[in-house]
């Protein structure tokens, strides 16, 4: 089979995906069924998410918006929720925190393919507190804390070589005791203004529900058109 990497474009055929269908007829959702309060909803299909042993089910996409108002978009670990948001840790130097801090519009998004189920969020993203990212970074694998030490995310760098050099200069470094909290590392809490829950359904006539937050702290809710 020939390298495709080393053929050239006019060279390649590529793969038709049209055609790639599947009738969704998994489960649905009605009115009748849904909580005034849309974390409930969110706790029931997230079990159920862990419970279908999606992998990663806590895996969402985040996306962010820049200067130039170019979206960017990644996926980041969702750490643990309430009813005051979403909380996600990362680096304050990476490419979403200079993002965030800029504009703190952002949007979220679980996708669990095998449940034929969407959330999609929309909200404020706020930093969470020092007591929080330390309560969790205790928690870390110790790898992961010495490589929130290592990684000047989203910068470039010349070589892996770099990064392995910087981990083996952090274990010894921390050899003795537990590794501290970096200062530019910690979490950050999405505080949805909007929440949907998205049920496929046959014949793309999915469930749509979208919960928008009102000025009284109520949940209005309203069906979407598929």
């Known amino acids: 089979m020939a390298d495709l990497a080393l053929l050239p474009l006019k060279d390649l055929v590529f793969m038709d995906v049209s055609q790639i269908r599947e009738e969704y007829k998994k489960a649905s959702l009605s009115r009748k069924d849904l909580p005034e309060d849309p974390f409930v ?3 029931k299909w997230m079990q159920q998410a862990f419970e279908s042993q999606i992998e990663q089910a806590n895996a969402m996409a985040l996306a962010t918006v820049n200067e130039e108002q170019q979206p960017s978009l990644r996926t980041v670990l969702l750490k643990y929720y309430d009813e005051r948001g979403f909380v996600f840790f990362t680096n304050y130097g990476s490419r979403k ?9 952002v949007a979220l998004l679980f996708s669990w393919i095998p449940l ?3 959330i999609r969020i ?3 993203a706020e930093r969470a507190s020092k007591a929080e990212a330390l309560k969790y970074f205790a928690t870390r694998p110790r790898g992961s804390q010495l490589g929130a030490w290592v990684s000047p ?11 392995t050099a910087k981990f083996e200069e952090m274990k010894r470094k921390f050899a ?6 970096p200062d530019h590392w910690g979490g950050y809490r999405v505080r949805p203004q909007a929440i949907e829950f998205w049920q496929g359904r046959e014949s793309r006539l999915h469930d749509r529900f979208l919960y928008e937050l009102q000025a009284d702290d109520r949940w209005e809710i309203s069906r979407l058109a598929p």
Request: proline letters at 6%; glycine letters at 6%; a positive charge.
């Open 97 to 105: 925190a200079v993002e965030i801090e800029q504009n703190p519009r």
């Open 176 to 181: 003795q005791g537990q590794v501290p909290l």
């Open 122 to 124: 929309r909200g404020l």
């Open 41 to 43: 909803l969110f706790e």
């Open 153 to 163: 995310q989203s910068t470039v760098i010349s070589s892996r070589a770099l990064l």
């Open 116 to 118: 034929q189920r969407q």
